[in-house]
């Protein structure tokens, strides 16, 4: 006995939903993917405090200066607790060593020196190594703007003398946001 004629047709009917349903989950499991790996990585910049007054080709912290750089310790050394700083750099000059030395041992964290001339590199790098991560970078002369513009993608006013720390988070998908505290 045969059996009847409508049963025959009714596995081709149903593989098209069967086939959409499979799709839908292989769209959803990518889709859940990315969104997992997306992460962001906050970068602070900071410009090294007052040089000391004088004629010296790489001046020293002035104790205005030091100060600050205390204060800087202050505002990100906190280790208690979750979104600490998981890397210090400091551009190769006096005085942005030394306004990231109290930090760094607040943190107990190596501080990782660049060259002025290797600041874009640099960005770069920071991003590549500390992927979701917290970067803190003191920075002076060329060096603060080529990173900023390496991170950003477009240049950013900064005045040479002033108390800024600039906030930029960069996401894995999307563009880079900025924001400048004065203190």
């Not at 045969?2 to 799709?23: D, N, Q, V, Y």
């Amino acid at each position: 006995m045969e059996p009847p004629g409508i049963t025959r047709h009714r596995r081709p009917f149903l593989a098209p939903l069967w086939l959409s349903l499979a799709a839908a989950f292989a769209v959803g499991g990518i889709a859940w993917v990315f969104y997992r790996s997306s992460t962001t990585t906050l970068v602070i910049m900071v410009r090294p405090d007052e040089k000391d007054a004088g004629k010296i080709e790489d001046p020293p912290l002035s104790p205005e200066g030091e100060e600050g750089a205390e204060r800087l310790a202050h505002i990100f050394g906190d280790t208690r607790g979750a979104g600490g700083i998981d890397v210090v750099y400091a551009s190769d000059d006096r005085r942005a060593r030394q306004t990231a030395a109290p930090l760094v041992e607040r943190v107990r964290r190596a501080l990782v020196v660049f060259s002025a001339a290797d600041a874009q590199a640099t960005a770069a790098r920071a991003l590549r190594e500390h992927c979701g991560g917290t970067v803190l970078v003191v920075a002076s002369g060329a060096a603060l703007p080529r990173m900023m513009r390496e991170l950003t993608g477009s240049d950013v006013d900064s005045a040479p003398y002033d108390a800024v720390i600039y906030l930029i988070s960069i996401p894995t998908l999307g563009r880079a946001h900025l924001v400048q505290l004065r203190f």
